[in-house]
């Protein structure tokens, strides 16, 4: 530390030394100290400066000042030129990137100051610095915060008065104006005349003025009164006295997303007018095909016990028809009797003549009753034939009944499954109509 009061006591008053070395040894304990020859050659160094570049001392003195730059830096002829500039007894001030151990990036605010001989020329440089590395990546963090903003929202600044100060790219294609057309002018320049006069529109800005931030969706006026939604904040922006300044506002263009709820809202009021109507069709026409159901069941039941009737009665032919088999046979045997009649009656002579005459008369009566029971036997072939038809016919029509029971059963629960998705379809669109609704309260409370 007291190698550092030399550069100072030259043509200091002894009165006045120790008030200096006070001042060296505060500015020691406080800040990085390093002192160079006019070649860059490091001279010596406090505990600080060994602290901010993680070296120890005999790591540092005698080495040059590039040690501490990187390459592409100590190859550049700004860097010559600053050496330069310190041989001839300038000054340099600023904030500085350095390497230190491991070469690991620090960033400092320092000065570099040529100290001068009698004749007033430079013989060393000392260098006074404050590590500022986290305070730099902070800022470095908020600057990327703040391009990050600017790159993915419209951002506009005003005084309080809302006069446009400055406006960024994003905000104005979302306005649709020139950069030349807005600063200057006054925010009522994006405002409706109806609110640019009212007693709100004052208090809006009188809020600001106050430090108060305001957040909402906001109807706006783009170039030629375009209608122009945006999802914004006002954020006035304080000084270090905690007094407001100017107002940011950060904004997202929601035009189209405002319109789309909007027709969505209206389309959902529609549809929920339209839905009961239609679920109430949709149960009218289910209790129709319940009731349709009901009389295929019913049809179906008669068409079988047709059937069932059908099936009695070709028996019941068949059973005819063997009787009238057996009258034939009959009358078959009554005429070969009367045949053998006659002819015993003609052996007998005059008193065979009257049994000829009744043998006769048989013959005659089963020759036509052969001939009727064939015609009652033909009749009946032909009723049966006629039945078996008709029962064929029953029964396709009863398969066909079963099947229009099966697709009445399908056409039923499928007005039924309509049904109650015209129901559930009710419910969802009133759920929906109330979370949107639920949605602008949620936005306007956030807003506030």
Not at 218 to 243: C, H, M, T
Not at 312 to 336: C, K, P, Y
Not at 372 to 388: F, G, Y
Request: hydrophobic letters at 40%.
């Amino acid at each position: 530390m007291y190698r550092f009061l030399r550069f100072f006591r030259a043509g200091a008053a002894r009165p006045r030394y120790g008030e200096l070395r006070a001042q060296v040894q505060a500015a020691n304990r406080s800040q990085a100290i390093v002192a160079f020859n006019l070649d860059g050659i490091v001279l010596d160094v406090n505990q600080p400066f060994l602290d901010a570049m993680g070296y120890r001392r005999e790591q540092v003195v005698g080495q040059h000042h590039r040690m501490f730059v990187s390459p592409e830096e100590q190859a550049s002829d700004d860097y010559r030129q600053f050496w330069d500039r310190l041989r001839q007894g300038k000054h340099d001030t600023g904030v500085y990137r350095r390497l230190g151990a491991d070469d690991r990036e620090v960033w400092l605010q320092a000065s570099y100051t040529p100290v001068l001989d009698r004749q007033g020329r430079a013989y060393k440089v000392i260098k006074h610095a404050s590590d500022i590395t986290d305070r730099q990546r902070h800022n470095a963090e908020m600057n990327g915060r703040l391009a990050a903003i600017d790159k993915a929202q419209a951002v506009i600044e005003f005084s309080l008065e809302g006069i446009v100060l400055a406006a960024n790219d994003n905000f104005l294609a979302c306005m649709g104006y020139q950069r030349e057309e807005v600063i200057g002018q006054h925010h009522r320049l994006f405002v409706e005349p109806a609110e640019r006069d009212s007693v709100a529109y004052r208090q809006f800005w009188q809020k600001l003025g106050q430090g108060q931030h305001d957040a909402a969706l906001y109807r706006r006026l783009g170039k030629g009164g375009r209608e122009v939604w945006i999802q914004a904040s006002y954020n006035p922006i304080f000084d270090q006295a905690g007094r407001p300044f100017k107002v940011i506002k950060y904004a997202t263009d929601v035009t189209a997303q405002t319109r789309a709820a909007h027709t969505l809202r209206l389309s959902l009021a529609s549809l929920s007018q339209s839905v009961p109507a239609i679920a109430a069709q949709a149960r009218s026409a289910d209790q129709m095909a319940i009731d349709a159901n009901r009389s295929a069941t019913d049809g179906g039941a008669l068409m079988r016990e047709l059937i069932a009737t059908m099936d009695s009665v070709n028996d019941s032919a068949q059973r005819m028809t063997e009787i009238i088999g057996v009258i034939d046979a009959l009358a078959f045997q009554t005429n070969i009797l009367a045949i053998n009649a006659a002819v015993e009656s003609a052996h007998a002579g005059q008193h065979g003549r009257g049994f000829g005459v009744v043998a006769q008369e048989v013959r005659a009566l089963a020759q036509r009753s052969a001939e009727s029971a064939k015609d009652i036997r033909r009749l009946i072939e032909d009723t049966v034939e006629r039945i078996n038809d008709g029962s064929s016919r029953a029964q396709l029509a009863g398969s066909a009944m079963r099947t229009i029971v099966g697709l009445t059963n399908s056409v039923n629960q499928r007005v039924e499954d309509i049904a109650a998705a015209a129901a559930a379809q009710a419910n969802d669109i009133d759920q929906v109509g109330r979370a949107m609704a639920q949605l602008r309260i949620n936005q306007q409370t956030v807003a506030a």
